[in-house]
């Protein structure tokens, strides 16, 4: 495509996006098993790769719909098949690897499969001609990636080891060496922006069920502190993307959409700091590790997305020092009120809304400077 067009983001987008948001809230119940105190180790590595899962396609769909979907009735067919093949996968996540393993598997399989289909149909298309290589690329790497997940099945027939969970990785590190083809770049950060929006309504829902014991000063608090951090990092995400980010233009979008794979998984983890903050069986340092170190790699991912941004708001000189005083100091702060759900979750208050208020101040400096 020789021209960057508007592209608007069709409704079966958005439903499509419903689906991911919700699968991310069931990789998140694997956090609810606690042993010992805390998630543990094995836990929490299915929770990362069931995460990288459901987002790797997500990837996959939102860059072949950026870059080749005309919202045609075989997009339409393949983005609802998808959907109802991970449900079979999000009703499964909850069990383990090891529970329906054949179910779970043969669906991301299918999935995968009808991506590469998709794909292959666009080479017939005269108005794609010129990206034949690409197209092609993308067809053997998802079939690639199938059949290492097939093959998984039948090694997990014969011993009973699950093993395919780790093709995901497979499937960022191929993309890179992909032919570069440019994304409309306008579109791709709307849909994200709107994946990230979808994710923070679903933070908003775990904040109400801490009225489900009751009115309380403690029900109250929690849920008064919680809801105010997720609506600091919400604006604090919306001021990048209305203000910093420049949209214009054609570029191929993996970076953008690998960095916001961090960030919402940061916003997962955030979510279940907040829930563990009022448990007093849940270890204290442990929970207050992982609720300063989630906020802290959902403002660093805020902050990488500088290189996406418009020249007069890229953060430089003195603020950058700051910022990283800022993140000291929370950090050192974190684990001095260890044991202290009531002070960690309103230093964590105080932390997000400095770290906004610097963002705008810095935006505000750097645009009259220039």
């Known amino acids: 495509m020789e021209k960057t067009e508007e592209k608007k983001v069709e409704y079966i987008e958005l439903i499509y996006d419903l689906i991911f948001v919700y699968l991310i809230g069931r990789s998140s119940s694997l956090l609810d098993r606690l042993e010992g105190g805390f998630v543990s180790a094995e836990t929490f590595v299915n929770f990362v790769l069931s995460s990288l899962i459901f987002l790797q396609i997500w990837n996959y769909s939102t860059l072949y719909i ?58 017939r298309d005269p108005e794609f001609a010129s990206c ?37 990785l497979m499937g960022f590190l191929a993309v890179p060496g992909l032919v570069k083809n440019p994304a409309n770049f306008a579109h791709l950060t709307e849909r994200v922006m709107l994946y990230v ?39 604090s995400y919306g001021y990048i993307y209305d203000r910093c980010i420049d949209r214009s233009g054609e570029r191929s979008g993996y970076l953008y959409l690998l960095l916001h794979v961090f960030i919402i ?31 802290l790699v959902y403002f660093l991912g ?44 309103l230093l964590t208050v105080g932390f997000v809304y400095v770290q906004l208020g610097t963002l705008l101040l810095s935006g505000r400096i750097t645009k009259q400077r220039e």
Request: net charge neutral.
């Open 197 to 235: 929006v979808f994710t923070f309504g679903e933070m908003i829902i775990i904040v109400a069920e801490y009225f489900a014991d009751g009115l309380s000063f403690e029900t109250v608090y929690f849920a008064m502190t919680s809801f105010l951090i997720v609506a600091g990092l919400f604006f």
């Open 302 to 345: 805020l902050a990488l997305t500088e290189r996406w941004s418009y020249k007069q708001y890229k953060v430089k000189g003195q603020f950058l020092f700051i910022l990283a005083m800022e993140f000291a100091l929370y950090a050192v702060l974190g684990v001095m009120f260890v044991g202290s759900g009531y002070a960690l979750t």
């Open 132 to 168: 034949g290589t690409h197209i092609r690329q993308n067809v053997v790497f998802l079939l690639v990636q199938t059949g290492l997940i097939a093959a998984s099945m039948v090694y997990y027939g014969f011993t009973g080891t699950a093993l395919g969970q780790w093709a995901v």
């Open 66 to 123: 950026n870059r080749y979907g005309k919202n045609s009735l075989s997009d339409k067919l393949m983005m609802l098949s998808n959907m109802f093949l991970m449900y079979v996968m999000g009703a499964n996540t909850i069990h383990g690897w090891n529970a329906n393993y054949f179910a779970y598997m043969g669906a991301w399989c299918l999935v995968l499969m009808n991506l590469a289909l998709q794909y292959l149909l666009k080479l």
């Open 265 to 295: 998984l940061s916003l997962a983890l955030v979510t279940a700091s907040l829930e563990f903050m009022r448990e007093p069986e849940v270890d204290s340092l442990k929970k207050t590790v992982m609720m300063v170190a989630s906020i």
